[in-house]
Every structure is written in C-alpha cells, then in structure tokens.
Antibody, heavy 116, light 107 residues
Framework: QIQLVQSGPELKKPGESLKISCKASGYTFTDYAMQWVKQAPGKGLQYMGWINTQTGKPTYADDFKERFVFSLETSASTAYLQINNLKNEDTATYFC?????????WGQGVMVTVSS | DIQMTQSPPSLSASLGDKVTITCQASQNINKYIAWYQQKPGKAPRLLIRYTSTLESGTPSRFSGSGSGRDYSFSISNVESEDIASYYCLQYVNLPYTFGAGTKLELK
C-alpha cells in the first residue's frame, strides 16, 4: 500500500538548521510530485510548495521562498525539507503529501519545536 | 495567488443537525476545490474533491457544491465522529491555498 513515512520530532535552537525526511513506498516515486504543508500549533494548514520528483525542481509559496529548501534522494524514494536559520515561528508540524486535492496520501507529520 | 475565504471560523452543532461551511475564492477556480477533515494530532483526511466527488469511505452525509468562486460543504445529521476541523483547498493554480478552517464543536 502507498505510504509516506516522515522522520521523528525535532527540538532545535533559533539559528540552527534541520532536515526532515519523507520516505515514499508503494508507488513509483517519480510519478507524482511531493508537496509540503505547515501547521503551527492551534493554527490552520499552510501550503508551502512542491517539488517535481522527475526534475528535482522545487517551487515555493511566497512565505517559504527564503530559508526553506525542498530536495530529493530519488534512489531512496525520499523527499526532504530543510529549514535554515530556524526561528521561533517555525515551530509547527510539517506534513508531506502527494497530490493534494486529488488523492489522500499524507505523511504522519513531523513536530518541530524551536526554542532557546 | 488565489485567496480562499472560509466561514464560519467555528460552528456549534447538536447531534443530528445539518451544518454548512462556505469557501469563496478570489477568482474562478473551476470547481477545483477539495474539503479536508482534521482531528487533533492527525494528518488531514480528504473527504471531497472536485467540488462534490466523495472520496472512498466518505459517508454520504457529507456533500459539496458550488461553481465559479463560491463553494459550500455540508454535513447532514452531524454525528459525534464528525467533531473536527474542516478546511477547503483550491488546487486549480499553484500555489495551492487552504481556507483558514472551521472548527466544528458539539453544542
């Protein structure tokens, strides 16, 4: 069956970086783009952008054009979200998802806490 | 970018009630709207895509309608398992955008 399995929770200090993984299984990884969604504590869902899994080209929503990097390790069917120069407002759960709006495959989410 | 204005932010309903949530897009989204349910600590679950197509496993008490810029999502005969937050998503144009969400509570 199709699964997206994300890495574990993270506790970081402001200014640090982190890299979250999203490992796909049960389908051909390069057949579908991977999308990322942020949810701050008690807040709504925010679309971060997507990465073309065939070309590796990322596209970012306006709020995520700085400090955020989408990447791939295609041989491992894994997508990554890197956040540089972490800020307190990056405290959130980050989801990877396949085909938002068209199908229902999500990672379980990674809770990231940024605190000094 | 397309903005999605979702209302109301919260709803209080009794079991068996019918509730309706609306989303208005800042431009025509050609029915490319989906509705998600999210329970605390869980990933969202897709209930309806392309305005009114129920996903496999979505109970028939859920429905969606609309066209152009204006869309609605309804739950008839609210059940206790429906207590959750609901979000609309436009996926006609990148970047996709979510509505701000509606929290459904029991009266």
């Amino acid at each position: 069956q199709i699964q997206l399995v994300q890495s574990g929770p993270e506790l970081k200090k402001p200014g640090e970086s982190l890299k979250i993984s999203c490992k796909a299984s049960g389908y051909t990884f390069t057949d579908y783009a991977m999308q990322w969604v942020k949810q701050a504590p008690g807040k709504g869902l925010q679309y971060m952008g997507w990465i073309n899994t065939q070309t590796g080209k990322p596209t970012y929503a306006d709020d995520f054009k700085e400090r955020f990097v989408f990447s791939l390790e295609t041989s491992a069917s894994t997508a990554y979200l890197q956040i540089n120069n972490l800020k307190n407002e990056d405290t959130a759960t980050y989801f990877c998802a396949r085909e938002l709006g068209r199908s229902d495959y999500w990672g379980q989410g990674v809770m990231v806490t940024v605190s000094s | 970018d397309i903005q999605m204005t979702q209302s109301p932010p919260s709803l209080s309903a009794s079991l068996g009630d019918k509730v309706t949530i609306t989303c208005q897009a800042s431009q025509n989204i050609n029915k490319y709207i989906a509705w998600y349910q999210q329970k605390p600590g869980k990933a969202p679950r897709l209930l309806i895509r392309y305005t009114s197509t129920l996903e496999s496993g979505t109970p028939s008490r859920f429905s969606g309608s609309g066209s152009g810029r204006d869309y609605s999502f309804s739950i008839s005969n609210v059940e206790s398992e429906d207590i959750a937050s609901y979000y609309c998503l436009q996926y006609v144009n990148l970047p996709y955008t979510f509505g701000a969400g509606t929290k459904l509570e029991l009266k």
